[in-house]
């Protein structure tokens, strides 16, 4: 028995109306070309946070009762969960605990603590967020959020296909980042339902495809913690709800390089005007080298975040530019 | 008499229905902190052509009657212009030519042949443009496209000013960039007619302070060659209608550094994850250094383009690193 439905993707978007940013489906004649398809971009980099987690993270906290509320959430994560929690918990006042490492930036800790979170740091050599987050969740009434592995989390998720296939019904292709499995968890839900025909792809980072690797060998296979760019993407495992629904609602995973995805972000600037993060840029890297042929397609992108910052991607670009040619 | 009302640029809007993109207002949390004020940012970087600049170019092309269309137009220019005329013809069946300096930079001649126009390079240190296009124009029968000098370019960029205030009718400020003075006659028109109390302020950078000048003067005044990395704003001196129209429907002009500038596109960038070329940027530049009080207001402000390209921006990034502090 499937884990999520279309019914729970439907009920998170009422939940979400009016409070998550209905993001806009962006288009390229330049991105068209060198696909030889019709390319729709889901620019979630413009949701509230900057990436689309704070669908699943509004979805999950919503559902809980007032007491837990009032006792408060908690959620570890150095990213864009982070945020989202922190965002979503305020908005239903509520109060976030986010546990992060202490050599995280500055720019994530200030920026977690803007919306009102309270931070607790650990050193990531030494201690064990899970240890830690155990021990405030039962010591404090804390509810734990968790990044992907919860139905209502996934189903907050899929109001993205959702979104996307109301404006582009006709979709042939689904390209959407694999990390942990969330996100394309629920937009398979929502995309298999609406368009049955529709081929919903994954996208990892070359070095980190656990989760191609676990559908090929149809079990959770786990991998090191993979070296890339798209630091959102370095998920070891798939999740265990996640796997569930993606074994049954995935056609595909493709994956990219680290070169690959900074063509993509170079090309986002330059031609849609967009700025993505490495991890939100992978569906477009695979378009854009060729890895996966949707010539004659009507595809759907879900560019998912945007939060990079400037410096950084002058890095990037940096590194691209002294990279030896060939 | 003035030279355009709102039904010119009513008018304008009808021809554009459906082939100028209709551009996403954005709204930013940090921003509306940062300012006190209720800001939406009307992003052209994701108008066909990455600017604003197809709106009059495609309002005037598609005025002309089918003889002059089979003819051709003619523009010249280095910049989003360029495109747009390029654009604009194209899709009306038309032909461009379009008369750019030798040594403009490669992306921009390849971009504009891109678009299906002819180019014709001219030595700017040896020779004159307004010459060369008076003659091709002649020898052709092409018919000139001005930048900003004409009733119907001014209507159509009018058009911004009229979709922002369709979803924002509640505006108490606008901010619009200013060159030759075209967006901003057409967006002072729109706005003074729907909202008559609006205020519309002029952005101008600071070497490059023309109409600041010359609506002070109550004349059209000339100044050298501004220097300033907003390369779209390098203006010498008002259009003649421009100005007409200016003098009785502008507020205000305030003035922003290029330190400013660089800025704002880095706040745009990292909060509001937008792509900003320099002379698109300076209304938020304008609100972010404070030159202007709008505590409590609700203010739209015109990110007027997006062309600047990624190695240009981490350039303009590096030259604020190196500046020295203070």
Redesign the interface.
């Known amino acids: 028995m499937p884990l999520i439905e279309l019914d729970d993707v439907e009920r998170a978007a009422q939940r979400l109306a009016g409070v998550a940013h209905r993001t806009?489906v962006?288009t390229s004649r330049t991105l068209d070309e060198r696909t030889g398809a019709h390319v729709h971009v889901k620019?979630e980099?413009?949701q509230r946070g900057?990436a689309f987690k704070f669908r699943g993270a509004y979805n999950k906290i919503s559902s809980l009762g007032g007491d837990t509320l009032r006792r408060g959430v908690i959620a570890y994560s150095s990213g864009n969960h982070a945020q989202a929690v922190a965002i979503a918990a305020a908005l239903l006042g509520s109060h976030a605990t986010i546990v992060m490492p202490e050599d995280a930036p500055a720019a994530k800790l200030d920026a977690t603590r803007g919306y009102g979170a309270e931070i607790v740091a650990y050193d990531r050599w030494t201690e064990s967020r899970e240890e830690i987050g155990a021990r405030l969740a039962e010591e404090r009434g804390l509810e734990l959020v968790k990044p992907y592995d919860d139905p209502l989390v996934m189903a907050g998720q899929g109001t993205v296909a959702l979104e996307l296939l109301e404006e582009t019904p006709e979709l042939d292709v689904l390209l959407v980042p694999v990390s942990g499995g969330g996100l394309i968890a629920g937009c398979a839900t929502a995309a298999k339902s609406l368009r049955p025909g529709v081929r919903v792809v994954g996208v990892e980072p070359e070095a980190g495809d656990d989760t191609r690797r676990s559908l090929a060998a149809g079990e959770r296979l786990r991998i090191d913690v993979p070296r890339t760019i798209a630091d959102g993407l370095q998920a070891t495992e798939p999740g265990e709800l996640t796997f569930e629904v993606n074994r049954q609602r995935v056609d595909e995973i493709v994956t990219v390089s680290d070169e690959e995805i900074v063509e993509a972000?170079?090309f986002l600037?330059?031609r849609?005007?967009?700025?993505a993060e490495p991890s939100g840029a992978v569906g477009v890297a695979a378009l854009l080298s060729g890895r996966l042929d949707v010539r004659g397609a009507s595809v759907g992108v879900v560019l998912s975040g945007?939060n990079v910052?400037?410096?950084r991607?002058?890095e990037l670009?940096?590194s691209r530019s002294a990279a030896p040619a060939g």
């Open positions: 806009p962006l620019a980099c413009f900057g972000m170079v600037f330059d849609l005007k967009l700025v945007g910052g400037a410096s991607f002058a670009l940096a």
